[in-house]
């Protein structure tokens, strides 16, 4: 868990615009390898986020706005296919 933590933490620092740089792989080859990854899966961990950031009493504006960003990985996270351009 330990590890999970320092890269969840690397990821948020960086993905929210502070100071620690992201150097893990990227979102959907992360998760590829993680089977029976769903949407049950993703939903569970943006609940966990946002309770955490009530707790921590965050506005609910930069909790919508972290959110909003979490969502932007969701497919690249449940490896989607990517949409048409």
């Known amino acids: 868990m330990n590890k999970q933590r320092r890269k969840q933490k690397e990821f948020l620092s960086a993905a929210l ?10 979102m ?7 089977p029976g990854l769903n ?14 950031l009530e707790e921590l009493k965050i ?4 909790i919508d706005q972290v959110l909003a960003l979490v969502g932007t990985l ?9 949409p048409a351009k």
């Open 17 to 26: 615009g502070g100071p620690i740089p992201w150097t893990g792989k990227d």
């Open 28 to 34: 959907r080859t992360a998760h590829a390898k993680l």
């Open 39 to 52: 949407e049950t899966h993703f939903t569970a961990i943006a609940a966990n986020l946002k309770s955490t």
């Open 59 to 62: 506005s609910k504006d930069l």
């Open 74 to 82: 969701h497919d690249d996270v449940l490896n989607l296919p990517k």
